[in-house]
């Protein structure tokens, strides 16, 4: 009985542990997002229902620019967006995941031009 106890209380002190951990010691595979990944084309088929809405989107970085705006471009497979960012852009080729508000910008000739704008990690 005694060692069942002392096994109960180190899984719960491990628990403890590992849940107030600060996340910055953390690897990042290992805590979940906030968001469940969002389809590019989802969000672009209907941006008027995601403006404003926070959001997570994971893909292949096709472009970026740091010349004063931080933007690149991320391609799913089902569509590209642009991503707005405070801190330092990925590299082209690199496959990311991001968080983030949605904003559409403008709407030109039946095509929305929407953002997300990054949250700080």
């Given at each position: 009985?005694?060692?069942?106890?002392?096994?109960?209380?180190?899984?719960?002190v491990?628990?403890?542990?590992?849940i107030?951990?600060?996340?910055?010691?953390?690897?990042?595979?290992?805590?979940?997002?906030?968001?469940?990944?969002?389809?590019?084309?989802?969000?672009?088929?209907?941006?008027?229902?995601?403006?404003?809405?926070?959001?997570?989107?994971e893909?292949?970085?096709?472009?970026?620019?740091?010349?004063?705006?931080?933007?690149?471009?991320?391609?799913?497979?089902?569509g590209?967006?642009?991503?707005?960012?405070?801190?330092?852009?990925?590299?082209?080729g690199?496959?990311?995941?991001?968080?983030?508000?949605v904003?559409?910008?403008?709407?030109?000739?039946e095509?929305?031009?929407?953002?997300?704008?990054?949250?700080?990690?």
């Amino acid at each position: 009985m005694k060692k069942l106890v002392i096994i109960f209380l180190a899984g719960f002190v491990a628990w403890f542990i590992y849940i107030f951990l600060p996340s910055k010691l953390k690897k990042p595979e290992t805590y979940l997002t906030q968001f469940k990944v969002t389809h590019i084309c989802v969000i672009l088929k209907s941006p008027k229902q995601y403006n404003g809405q926070m959001v997570s989107i994971e893909g292949k970085v096709i472009r970026s620019i740091s010349i004063g705006l931080k933007v690149y471009e991320i391609d799913d497979g089902t569509g590209k967006i642009f991503v707005r960012s405070d801190s330092a852009v990925p590299l082209e080729g690199q496959t990311i995941k991001v968080e983030g508000r949605v904003n559409q910008v403008f709407k030109l000739f039946e095509k929305h031009v929407v953002l997300v704008e990054e949250t700080a990690s």
